[in-house]
């Protein structure tokens, strides 16, 4: 499964909202609100998140196993 949890992080760390995200980057409520309930965003939008943010993939998702 794969967990957003990094992404809320990343945001904290680099002093960003998601209101920031989408009035000022242009970023999708929609996609924010797929991400908080864990369904599937493409690598596009994983790119455009990395170049916002400046980090890297890991900073925005991560695999957790199913138990």
């Known amino acids: 499964m794969i967990s957003y949890a990094p992404f809320y992080k990343t945001l904290l ?3 960003i909202t998601e209101y920031q995200l989408i009035f000022r980057h242009g970023f ?3 996609i924010l ?10 690598t596009k939008t994983l790119d455009t998140l ?3 943010l400046n980090c890297q993939v890991g900073e925005i998702l991560e ?3 199913e138990t």
């Not at 609100?33 to 493409?42: C, F, L, Q, V, W």
């Open 50 to 52: 990395c170049f916002i």
């Open 13 to 15: 760390s680099k002093g």
């Open 63 to 65: 695999y957790v196993a």
């Open 28 to 30: 999708s409520a929609n």
């Open 33 to 42: 609100h797929r991400m908080k309930h864990g369904e599937a965003i493409s």
